[in-house]
């Protein structure tokens, strides 16, 4: 059915002022070092004209991986591109770091790791970080080359990298633990590792942190559990042990932890991937689902699970998703495509009506659901969507006085440009009907909608491709004049800067 909806000029509801960098991103620590990580689609697989073959266990995971060089954090075009998402934060952590030796002095790597640091490729993306205006997240080596299991954890490896970053000049900002301690078997952790053994180590850490780098922020404990709050009616965490071993929870994990948080992480993902469906299938969306009411409101149902443990261990603390994409996996077969910027901008919006705090989309340039295609580092459909949020809706957020229903998902932001007025973002979910959105004056719009349907690899804006230019220059981001009564067609996703 054809929704209506008015946009206001003023009268609303102030809910909250939001972090100036929302819009963040990860490079994972492979992208660094280089190494194993999902394998990437066929052009036939992301056009939906190709079915991704299912595996049918665990022991089948190594066919998802590939090799991948590390990326090269000096590469013009990568600094410049994410240089333009203005202030972020840079997370380099994912389950490959907790594996990962610092490698600074070049004696080479000991046993008990899988994957080594140069003191080089560190500096690079120190570098990367200053000349993009970031703030720095990591996460430490916590596996069987620096302690066993039955050991207390030893800052042997964390004070090599800390001290480092230091030297050169930007010290570590905020630090998780770990990455997804949630699951035991596939972490990395020492063999035998259990929820007292990571209790114990991460209270040493936390420790050890404000002790010796007390300007660094202590952010945890980076679990996967707020899935389960998405509610019998759409998808949870169901299968995650089946697949990858023990799993616990967050009150596993923190309860009788002396040393308090500054931050409380979670992570989130819509679903599982086409990769896992077939061992996970109650945590799988169909293509058809992504663009619907049960699967948008994913962000919202973990935000607001998640914020219950937030108030217990952080109470009045930010929540941090430091992973989030549509699809844990690696990304689906359309994460690169103009379909999954409806669940992006939405859970932008969701998020920020709900709490203050930081979205890491995972990642920023490698694998399908990255904001840049790994290795060439071209802009997909996602990097001009968050683009256009950081660069038009400010700070302060608004009750929108529009109920959330199919065809209008309505959230109201002040002006980025700190001008007097509003900034408001519909989006129009229905793949059938248009929507009228009434402006209290005249306009400018912002309309976004995919070249070639749904899973297009290139969105428009007001029907211009979003393609880089000559030398790589940024294409023109550039409104309408609207005024009256506007029609949003069918899927589509609107800025309204009035």
Request: with cysteine; glycine share 10%.
């Amino acid at each position: 059915m054809a929704e209506f909806v008015k946009l206001q000029l003023s009268g609303l509801e102030e809910l909250r002022t939001v972090d100036e960098r929302l819009v963040s991103y990860n490079v994972e620590m492979t992208e660094v070092t280089g190494g194993t990580f999902w394998k990437a689609y066929t052009p036939g697989q992301i056009a939906g004209t190709e079915i991704f073959p299912p595996i049918s266990s665990a022991a089948e995971m190594a066919n998802l991986m590939q090799w991948y060089d590390p990326i090269d954090t000096t590469n013009p075009r990568l600094i410049a591109l994410a240089k333009e998402l203005g202030p972020v934060w840079v997370r380099v952590s994912g389950t490959w770091a907790t594996k990962t030796y610092y490698d600074f002095d070049g004696k080479g790597m000991p046993e008990g790791y899988q994957s080594a640091m140069t003191r080089q490729q560190w500096v690079n993306l120190i570098n990367f970080v200053e000349a993009v205006g970031g703030k720095l997240l990591i996460s430490v080596a916590n596996c069987d080359g620096l302690h066993s299991a039955q050991e207390p954890w030893n800052p042997s490896e964390a004070e090599k990298i800390f001290s480092l970053s230091r030297e050169l000049g930007h010290p570590i900002d905020a630090v998780e633990f770990t990455n997804e301690p949630n699951i035991l078997q596939t972490t990395g952790f020492p063999v035998g590792y259990t929820a007292a053994d990571f209790r114990r180590d991460q209270d040493l850490f936390h420790k050890w942190v404000r002790e010796n780098y007390p300007d660094t922020l202590v952010v945890g404990p980076c679990t996967i559990d707020a899935m389960n709050g998405a509610g019998e009616a759409e998808k949870s965490t169901a299968g995650v042990g089946a697949a990858f071993g023990v799993t616990l929870n967050t009150d596993e994990l923190m309860e009788g932890c002396t040393e308090k948080l500054d931050v409380f992480s979670y992570h989130y993902y819509n679903g599982i991937s086409e990769r896992l469906a077939s061992m996970m299938p109650a945590m799988h969306w169909q293509p058809e689902e992504a663009t619907g009411e049960a699967y948008l409101a994913m962000a919202g149902a973990c935000a607001r699970y998640a914020a219950v443990s937030r108030d217990k261990y952080v109470p009045g603390g930010q929540m941090w998703v430091t992973e989030s994409g549509d699809a844990g996996g690696g990304g689906d077969t359309w994460a690169s495509t103009y379909l999954d910027v409806l669940r992006t901008l939405n859970e932008l919006g969701e998020f920020a009506s709900i709490t203050d705090g930081v979205i890491f989309h995972n990642t920023l340039a490698s694998s399908d659901y990255g904001f840049l295609k790994h290795g060439t580092f071209e802009p997909r459909p996602n990097y001009f969507a968050a683009l256009l949020w950081t660069r038009l809706m400010g700070r302060t957020v608004y009750a929108s006085g529009e109920s959330i229903r199919e065809g209008a998902h309505v959230f109201a932001h002040s002006r980025k440009d700190g001008k007097e007025g509003m900034a408001y973002l519909v989006i129009n979910n229905s793949t059938t009907d248009v929507t009228t959105v009434e402006l209290p004056r005249e306009a400018e719009a912002y309309v976004l909608t995919g070249r070639d349907g749904l899973r297009s690899r290139v969105m428009c804006l007001n029907g211009r491709d979003l393609v880089l230019g000559e030398n790589d220059a940024l294409p023109e981001l550039t409104p309408v004049a609207v005024s009256g009564k506007v029609e949003l067609p069918a899927a589509s996703c609107a800025f309204f800067v009035l």
